[in-house]
Antibody, heavy 114, light 107 residues
Framework: EVQVVESGGGLVQPGGSLRLSCAAS????????MSWVRQAPGRGLEWVAN????????NYVGSVKGRFTISRDNAKSSLYLQMSSLRAEDTAIYYC???????WGQGTLVTVSS | DIQMTQSPSSLSASVGDRVTITCRAS??????LNWYQQKPGKAPKLLIY???SLQSGVPSRFSGSGSGTDFTLTISSLQPEDFVTYYC?????????FGGGTKVEIK
């Protein structure tokens, strides 16, 4: 059974940092590009970042470049998103997903507020 | 960045109706277009990939067409479970942008 489980969300103050994790199982994680997508409350979907199978290529949406870092550990079948200099507009549910197979997690909520 | 403009942003329809949602890209994306369905409180689900290919397990009442800059998602006969939100997404070039979404409501 395929499982994709995000963790690490929570309440953080503006300017703070947070690290999201995504644990995958039931498929060959190392074979696929992986991505993060976010959804602000009541809003649409926004693609955030993706990473190549071996971690050698990473891409980001402009609004998070220089603040967020995507990474992966294929030995642990895990994806990460290190977020720093967080802003109120980063408040959202963050989803981990594999586009090629349409495997998604349930999302983890990040709230940036003082 | 490639902008994806989806229309309408919402529509009202009845069970059994045929509905069409359109998505326009700000530049040609060939057939690199996905359609997703999202139910409240849930992660999106892929319906159509490569503009017109039906994802495994998705009912045949869903279909997609188009290439270049103009795309459509058609639901041939709306079912009660289809009254949710739909998004297009281009995967031609990063950042992989989504359309603004179309909420399908019961008339």
């Amino acid at each position: 059974e395929v499982q994709v489980v995000e963790s690490g969300g929570g309440l953080v103050q503006p300017g703070g940092s947070l690290r999201l994790s995504c644990a995958a199982s039931g498929f060959t994680f190392s074979h696929y590009w992986m991505s993060w997508v976010r959804q602000a409350p009541g809003r649409g979907l926004e693609w955030v970042a993706n990473i190549k199978q071996d971690g050698s290529e990473k891409n980001y949406v402009g609004s998070v470049k220089g603040r967020f870092t995507i990474s992966r550990d294929n030995a642990k079948s895990s994806l990460y998103l290190q977020m720093s200099s967080l802003r109120a507009e980063d408040t959202a549910i963050y989803y981990c997903y594999c586009g090629a197979t349409d495997y998604w997690g349930q999302g983890t909520l990040v709230t940036v507020s003082s | 960045d490639i902008q994806m403009t989806q229309s309408p942003s919402s529509l009202s329809a009845s069970v059994g109706d045929r509905v069409t949602i359109t998505c326009r890209a700000s530049q040609s994306i060939s057939s690199n277009l996905n359609w997703y369905q999202q139910k409240p409180g849930k992660a999106p689900k892929l319906l159509i990939y490569a503009a017109s290919s039906l994802q495994s397990g998705v009912p045949s009442r869903f279909s997609g067409s188009g290439s270049g800059t103009d795309f459509t998602l058609t639901i041939s006969s709306l079912q009660p479970e289809d009254f949710v939100t739909y998004y297009c997404q281009q995967n031609y070039r990063t950042p992989l942008t989504f359309g603004g979404g179309t909420k399908v409501e019961i008339k």
